[in-house]
């Protein structure tokens, strides 16, 4: 996972809880692709998400607090990053963030709602682009 913000490219290496973040991401996308209002797109149960990922539901809660955590340790001034990952009793979705989903350099799906850019790729590069804050 690389995350490019404020013109600086910062490689995050490849962890399992950045699949997590992929999935939420299509999860969003193919909500949005099937006219689902804003409030309910993305939303998946813990439950849900965890077979997904083939991975027990502690598990995966912990898989979502460590891809904040590495966010928050690796790029302290992107404080809106912390928001990737929206919860709620029970279930969790991607935040409403410019996302493109690229399979080799083909690109699978783009989500452009907001001010921030990810980018990822099936081999586990994730990119974000922010514009400079002034």
Same mark, same amino acid.
């Given at each position: 996972?690389?995350?490019?913000?404020?013109?600086?490219? =910062?490689d995050?290496?490849?962890?399992t809880?950045?699949?997590s973040?992929?999935?939420?991401?299509?999860?969003?996308?193919e909500?949005?692709?099937?006219? =689902?209002?804003? @409030?309910?797109?993305?939303?998946?149960?813990? %439950?849900?998400? !965890?077979?997904?990922?083939?991975?027990?539901?502690?598990?995966l809660?912990?898989?979502?607090?460590?891809?904040r955590?590495?966010?928050?340790?690796?790029?302290?001034?992107?404080?809106?990053?912390?928001?990737?990952? %929206?919860?709620?009793?029970g279930?969790?979705?991607?935040?409403? =963030?410019?996302?493109?989903?690229?399979?080799?350099?083909?690109?699978?799906?783009?989500?452009?709602?907001?001010? !921030?850019?990810?980018? +990822? +790729?099936?081999?586990?590069?994730?990119? @974000?682009?922010?514009?400079? @804050? !002034?």
């Amino acid at each position: 996972m690389a995350v490019t913000a404020a013109g600086k490219a =910062i490689d995050l290496g490849e962890r399992t809880h950045h699949y997590s973040l992929l999935t939420l991401a299509r999860r969003r996308i193919e909500d949005i692709q099937r006219g =689902i209002e804003e @409030s309910a797109q993305g939303w998946v149960s813990v %439950e849900e998400l !965890s077979k997904m990922l083939g991975v027990e539901p502690p598990h995966l809660n912990m898989q979502l607090f460590r891809a904040r955590g590495q966010l928050a340790r690796q790029i302290p001034e992107q404080s809106d990053l912390l928001d990737v990952i %929206e919860r709620r009793r029970g279930e969790a979705r991607f935040a409403s =963030i410019a996302v493109e989903i690229n399979r080799g350099k083909q690109l699978e799906a783009r989500l452009t709602p907001a001010i !921030s850019t990810f980018r +990822t +790729t099936d081999k586990g590069e994730y990119k @974000s682009e922010y514009p400079n @804050s !002034s």
